[in-house]
């Protein structure tokens, strides 16, 4: 069973900075591309980044690239979301995810909200 499980969400202030972690199992997660969506309130899912099996390969929305970075662990099957330079716009529920891109996800983890505010 595949399991994903984020974490290290909370509320920052504009300009400061998160790193989201993302637990894996139930399948060989280095053979997998990755991706992190997001969800603000009354608004549908966006894809924020997307990293390959190798962690070679990332790309990144346009709204978070130069401020955040993804890495990944496959020794831990652990992904990662280093979210700097914060704003309010990137207040959202975070979820990782199996697969290269949001048409193409097989699984989800429950989510992990994100709040920038003053």
């Known amino acids: 069973e595949v399991r994903l499980v984020e974490s290290g969400g909370g509320l920052v202030q504009p300009g400061g900075s998160l790193r989201l972690t993302c637990e894996a199992s139930?399948?060989?997660?280095?053979?997998?591309?990755m991706t992190w969506v997001r969800q603000a309130p009354g608004k549908g899912l966006e894809w924020v980044s997307t990293?390959?099996?190798?962690?070679?390969?990332?790309r990144y929305s346009d709204s978070v690239e130069g401020r955040f970075t993804t890495s990944r662990d496959n020794t831990k099957n652990i992904l990662f979301l280093q979210m700097d330079s914060l704003k309010t716009e990137d207040t959202a529920k975070y979820y990782c995810?199996?697969?290269?891109?949001?048409?193409?996800?097989?699984?989800r983890g429950q989510g992990t909200q994100v709040t920038v505010s003053l």
């Open positions: 995810a199996k697969g290269p891109s949001i048409g193409t996800i097989t699984d």
């Open positions: 139930g399948f060989l997660f280095g053979d997998h591309f």
């Open positions: 990293i390959n099996g190798n962690g070679a390969k990332i």
